[in-house]
Each structure stands twice: as C-alpha cells, then as structure tokens.
C-alpha cells in the first residue's frame, strides 16, 4: 500500500511538471494562431468585404482549439446579444481568458484591440490590426524566449521533486 502511495505522489508530481511544462507551449502556439486571426481578419476586411460576423464564423473554422472556440463563441453571441461588438469581444475574452493560456500582458492587447472592432474605416482598422500585431509579436518572442527556459526545467523538476517527497517518506 505504502508504494502504491508513493507511485502516486511519484505521478502526480510528474504530472504537475508536464502540465507547467505544455501551458508555456500552449501560450506560444496560441499567441501564433490569434496573430494568424489577425492576418485572416485583415486579408478579409481587405479582399473578402465579409461581414465581421461571417468572418467570426471563418476564423472559427480555420483556427485550431481553443482559440476557434473563442471566435465561435464570440459569433454565436453577436446573434444572440444585442450589445455592442466591444461588449461582446470583452465578456468573450474574460470567459475564455481561464481556458487560454495566455498571460495577462498577452489578454490585455487582445482587449484593446477588441475597443477598436468596427469603430473605424478600413484603413484604420487595418492600422489597429497591425498595431496589435505587432504587439502579440512581442509577446510571442517572449514566450518562446520562457517555453526555452522553462518548460523542460519544469518537467524535470516535476519528476525530480516526486522523487524528493519519495525518498523523504521511505
């Protein structure tokens, strides 16, 4: 009984370490599928003339999870609520910024380009998308730059301090 607790703990820790570890992977991939939102919003708005509700639509069908369930989520509740494309792009945000993996910083430029949806013409809203771009770039260096340092440091340490408790309880 007294292994059977120790594989566990061994386990769980391990388990702790590996998931640490594929949240700064999460947060990388993320940051590269909403700059690829971007990109498609702005090839879109350019060429395609969609409507930003039918370009919701599509960004949720081209992206991968969870970041296509944000914009589906987001197009589903333009039909249903009748506030404003801000309102529903900040509740959106806040009900999906715990299934995400994105950090504050990374939540609060998404915010303020939310604040600009459809408030300005074309070539503005082009300039916002880029502004933004530019932004999440940033912040995608960032989490390269932290997913090099830290994501196999955490599955090691992890493993390592599962078999820390281990060792102490034998």
């Not at 820790?13 to 909403?34: A, I, P």
């Not at 309102?87 to 994105?102: F, G, K, Y």
């Not at 949806?117 to 390269?144: F, M, P, R, T, Y």
Request: proline share 1%.
């Amino acid at each position: 009984m007294k292994w059977i607790g120790m594989l566990l703990i061994l386990f769980t820790c391990t388990w702790v370490g590996l998931d640490k570890s594929n949240r700064y992977k999460g947060r990388t991939n993320q940051l590269r599928e909403f700059i690829q939102a971007l990109q498609l919003m702005e090839a879109e708005m350019t060429f395609g003339k969609l409507p930003i509700q039918s370009l919701f639509q599509l960004l949720s069908e081209q992206l991968s999870q969870p970041v296509s369930n944000f914009f589906d989520d987001i197009n589903k509740r333009l039909l249903n609520v009748d506030g404003s494309l801000q309102d529903v792009w900040q509740e959106t945000i806040h009900i999906h910024s715990h299934r995400l993996a994105l950090t504050k910083k990374d939540l609060h430029v998404l915010k303020q380009f939310g604040n600009t949806l459809g408030l300005h013409d074309l070539v503005q809203q082009k300039k916002q998308i880029e502004l933004a771009s530019i932004h999440l770039h940033k912040q995608l260096n960032e989490s390269v730059e932290e997913e090099k340092r830290f994501a196999n440091m955490s599955r090691t340490l992890g493993l390592l301090t599962g078999v820390l408790i281990v060792l102490v309880l034998i």
